[in-house]
């Protein structure tokens, strides 16, 4: 049988390997990718860390937990009288798990649409590359030697444990073990309140459980802007989160039924904490593991990344790799820029990521939003800016919805009046960051976006103002 020869070939099928794959295939290349996630059947289920245990589930969860707590509380405000309450865990979870599939499912069917060759397996690397490209060799369900002439390493990453205390999924969760528990549990631990920490925190906590947040730096949410991050921590702790900054965890043992976590305090007290459950929750490390690295001389730099310049391309000609397993914020979207630009570079053209403009959000409730600058790293690099805010508690459509925590904040150069940075806290603002994206990619000025027409009532006019802030125009507050 003859080996199979592609034009491109990606490892992983995360966000980062799937539009990497289809976007090669847009561009007229033949192009297989290769994943070896499979579901509980055994079967294929690609789009990564993101589809399968990160951020559809998590969203899932984020979402049918907030119905749950909007019946219980909210509700009885907008003279909706609900009795019987009841949560149905079993259903809410599997309900997560069909919106999984189905976005697995439409990976599957988004490849066979643009021709991508899909394999079940795991590809490492089984040679030098020859004259027809790299020879990568594929075990699992698809066992097969395939070569490509240009390979694109898009391996993600995974959780990073806690020394000494392995994740088993059943007391000691990483992300995975988070986004499945079975019963909701009265007392669990949280160690490190970031991103997961917090969402995962507040999934549990909105479904009953007692969580307590066991954070190791002293301030809390340090890349948000501050005067945002100090609204959050105030809004987590009234919602119950009990937040615990400048921890130093000592150790962390199991029983049959829980897990008993010694931790010295910020003021130096030793103290001992048993919880039911405990998500770690303290970054993510890339995931190289079976991709043969060595065996190429792929080089990997001091942290375990793929080392790669500015335009993803690792030190072997013809490989490039992109998303968590490179450096950078460890963001879906993220690995899709940088996906779209490698093929696009393959194909000779200039693809472009720009990391000042890349978005971060926080699904938490309030969502936190940003993009650009925080007023901090200005300050730290001296730059002269300008700053203005405007709270949803003057906007009327939060008003309407029954939701009005929060504010928009934008901080401008004081000189150009360039936005710089746009910061938001409050209701739906995962959606409203993306005007501030735009704003910035087409370098706008405050005036600009506060000159433009906005819907009313929308929460988007909250953006508006906080633009006519920094010139101190509000209209309405
Ligand atoms: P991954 O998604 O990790 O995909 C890598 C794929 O490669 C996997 O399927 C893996 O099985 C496969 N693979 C690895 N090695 C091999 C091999 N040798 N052969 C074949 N296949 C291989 N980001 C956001 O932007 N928004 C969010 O809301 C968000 N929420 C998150 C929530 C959680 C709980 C977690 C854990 C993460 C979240 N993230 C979020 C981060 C996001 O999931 C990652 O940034 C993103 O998945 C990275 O994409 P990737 O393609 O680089 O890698
Ligand atoms: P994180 O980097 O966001 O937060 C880890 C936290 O743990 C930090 O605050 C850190 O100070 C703390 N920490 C580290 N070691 C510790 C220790 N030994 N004891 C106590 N605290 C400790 O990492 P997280 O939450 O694991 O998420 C990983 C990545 O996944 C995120 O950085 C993000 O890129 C991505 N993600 C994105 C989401 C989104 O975009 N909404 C949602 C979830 C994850």
């Known amino acids: 049988m003859s080996t199979k020869q592609f034009d491109v070939v990606v490892i992983g099928a995360g966000p980062g390997g799937y539009i990497a794959a289809i976007r090669a295939a847009q561009l ?66 599997k309900r997560k798990n069909t ?31 020859g004259a027809d490209g790299y020879p990568l060799e594929i075990t699992g369900p698809a066992n097969e030697t395939i070569n490509a002439k240009q390979v694109i390493v898009a391996t993600g990453s995974n959780a ?17 073990g988070a986004l499945a528990i079975d019963a909701v549990p009265a007392k669990l631990g949280v160690i490190g309140a970031g991103v997961i920490g917090l969402e995962m925190g507040s999934v549990w906590r909105r479904l009953g459980s007692e969580v307590t947040v066991l954070e190791g730096l002293p301030a809390f949410l340090g890349a948000v802007d501050e005067q945002i991050a100090k609204e959050a921590q105030k809004q987590f702790t009234k919602q119950g989160l009990a937040i615990n900054l400048g921890v130093k965890v000592d150790s962390v043992t199991t029983g049959d039924n829980n897990v008993t976590v010694k931790y010295t305090t910020a003021k130096g007290e030793a103290q001992e904490s048993v919880f039911d459950k405990l998500i770690v929750s303290i970054g993510r490390t890339p995931n190289t593991t079976g991709l043969n690295a060595d065996k190429v001389g792929l080089a990997l730099d001091e942290r375990g990344f793929v080392a790669v310049d500015g335009d993803c391309k690792t030190n072997l000609p013809g490989v490039w790799a992109i998303g968590d397993v490179v450096r950078g914020p460890m963001l879906a979207h993220k690995a899709e820029e940088e ?57 009327g459509r939060a008003r309407a919805l029954g939701d009005t925590t929060g504010m928009v904040k934008f901080l401008a150069d004081a000189t150009t009046d360039e936005i710089l940075g746009v910061h938001m806290i409050g209701p739906m603002v995962s959606e409203l960051i993306s005007e501030a994206v735009v704003a910035m990619e087409f370098k706008a000025s405050a005036e600009d976006i506060a000159r433009i027409c906005h819907a009313h009532p929308s929460l988007s006019e909250a953006t508006k103002e906080a633009a006519l802030a920094i010139d101190k125009r509000t209209l309405n507050f």
Request: proline letters at 5%; glycine letters at 12%.
């Open 28 to 93: 007229g290349f033949s192009v297989a990718c290769v994943d070896e996630w499979a579901n509980e059947k055994g079967g294929p289920a690609p789009g990564g860390t993101c589809t399968n245990v990160g951020c559809i589930p998590s969203k899932a969860l984020l979402q049918s937990s907030e119905h749950y707590e909007h019946a219980g509380h909210a509700f009885k405000d907008h003279g909706i009288e609900v009795s019987g309450l009841a949560l149905n865990l079993g259903q809410m979870i």
């Open 160 to 176: 990073r444990a806690l020394p000494g205390a392995p994740f088993d999924e059943k007391l000691i969760l990483s992300n995975t």
């Open 339 to 395: 996906g779209v630009a490698v093929a696009e570079r393959i194909a000779g053209q200039h693809g472009h990521t720009n990391f000042d403009t890349i978005p971060w959000v926080i699904y938490t409730s309030p969502e936190i939003a940003w993009v650009g600058k925080t007023e901090q790293q200005l300050k730290a690099a001296g730059t002269a800016y300008k700053s203005g805010s405007f709270p949803f508690l003057a906007n």
């Open 99 to 129: 919106v999984v599939k189905q976005n697995n499912d439409g990976i599957l069917f988004l490849f066979k649409k643009n021709k991508v060759t899909f394999f079940h397996g795991r590809a490492a690397f089984a040679g030098a590359a």
